[in-house]
Each structure stands twice: as structure tokens, then as C-alpha cells.
């Protein structure tokens, strides 16, 4: 949706939206299920193409004898009939460059994988979608001491290394002036992480609003000031997705009510007025020096 939002692309697409909760077993049967009417709950709507119950039904149009995940974003082609791709990071590249024949130059020119960029992107990416993107997870779903307190560094030595980065760029950007899919990444875990991943993931060595000043305002410039983040955001469903679908974390579906607000308003135009922050504890910093 924010890959659609940037490109210009919301009016080649009707979206239906799946309600946050549940996702089904661990193997996500029977899946993500649509509201039965727009009006059951607030932001999903029911299947506009076919009226289907839960997504995995949507597969299965498309292939009878469907094994894979019955995950969102998911693109469906109306004319060849079929599911074009439910990997987000494989939609947010291909979407880049798909429709460019069909837009405005204004949106044309959009690019979030510029030729002069792709090295340095390609190299964070790694590292990030490694250590933070999926660490989280590592972390949250770990199911002994050892397989935690392994996977918590690396989360925290990436935000350090990344609230250095921001600073040294100059921002407003993860890269300096021009928006990438670096900070698309990034917006993701983060827009949550203050929120869910630092209770409901025990990802608790430090928030984003008060550890990393740097990363606070890189995400509060987002979400106010870049149209598509703040569109494509709803803190509703980011917290009732993970507190109320894990019952092995939350066995009594409990979505506390902070923090609060969802995310802090005032961005700093000029972040070298900011002091760089970061989670100082010695595991943490030895990690990040690895980064």
C-alpha cells in the first residue's frame, strides 16, 4: 500500500483489507479473514473481488493445489485471473517500475532503487533486514533464555548503527536527501516498535522516542510530512495483529492502551541539532562495531 501511495499508483488498485486478527494456526490455517461487511471493523473491508471469507480462499483461485503462505500484501491480476505476488519485498521493487508507462512523469520518475544508490542500499539492507527487520521476531518468538538474549543485541546494535547513520547523512532520509526503500523498510519495524515489539517482543533495552532522537524524528517527518506514511498507517490494527494473534505470548489477547500517543508530533528541520543516541549496554555497542 505505502510502495502504491509513493508511485502514484491508487488508482490502478481496489484494495480489500483483511481484519488484523487471528491469523490462524501456526502453519496460518485457516488464515487472514475478511470482515463480513465494510462496517464490522474499522479499516478492513470485505473481499471486493470475490467475496471470499478468509484470503487463502483467493489462492486457492488461483492455484487448486496452493502449499505456500497465505500472506498479505497480496496483488492479484484481474485480467490474467491469477496471484500476480504475496512477497512484500518483491512488490515493493517490481512496483517501482511496472506501471511507468501508465503514470505522469511525476510519478514516473519516483524511484526508490536509484542506479547511484543500489550499492549502498543493497549492502544496509542486509544487515537491516537481518538484525532489526526480522530480529524482532527473532527475538519475540524465541522459546528459551539463550535464543533471546542472542537475538535482542543485534536488534539494538542496528539501531545504533542506523541513528548514526541518519545523523552523518544529514537526513531527512536514511541515505541523506533522496527516499529509498531503505526508509520504507525501516518505517515498517519501527511505526511498531515502540508500540508492540518493545512489550509484546521484549524488545525492551530501549524505545525510539526516548533512546534514539535521531530515529524518532527521522520517523515522525514520515509519517506527518511524506504523503503515503501516515495513509498506510493504523495503529489499531498494528496492535491488535500481534496482541491479540499470538496466544503463546498473550494467551489473554490483552492490547495495552499505550504508548501514548501512538507517535510523537514537532520534527526537527535541522537534525545536527539533535544529540545521537543510542543503547549503550557493552553487548550492544560490541555488535555494532561488527555492523
Known sequence: ML?????????????????PYPKGDDKGWPGWRFPKTDNEYPGATVDKLFGSEYLHEVHFKADKEYKGRY??????????????????????????????????????????Y???LRTKIDEVTEWMQRDLNTGVYKAGFALDQETYDKNVIPVFGALNKLEKMVS????PYVLGKELTELDVRLYATLIRFDTVYVQHFKCNLGTIRHDYPVLNNWLKNLYWN?????????FKHIKENYTKSHADINPHAITPVGPFP?????????????KVGSVKMPEVLEYESKL
Do not use: Y
Open 3 to 19: 510502495a502504491c501511495q509513493l508511485k502514484g499508483l491508487t488508482d490502478f488498485f481496489d484494495v480489500s483489507i483483511v481484519k
Open 71 to 112: 500472506s498479505v500484501p497480496a496483488l492479484w491480476d484481474t485480467k490474467t485471473n491469477t496471484m500476480v505476488n504475496n512477497e512484500s519485498a518483491e512488490l515493493l521493487r517490481s512496483l517501482q517500475t511496472s506501471f511507468n508507462h501508465e503514470l505522469p512523469p511525476e510519478f514516473a520518475n519516483v524511484t526508490l
Open 114 to 116: 536509484p542506479e547511484h
Open 168 to 171: 552523518q547523512n544529514g537526513g
Open 226 to 234: 511524506v504523503k503515503g506514511f501516515k495513509e498506510t498507517t493504523n
Open 262 to 274: 501512538d507517535i510523537e508530533e514537532g520534527v526537527e528541520q535541522d537534525i545536527s541539532k539533535l
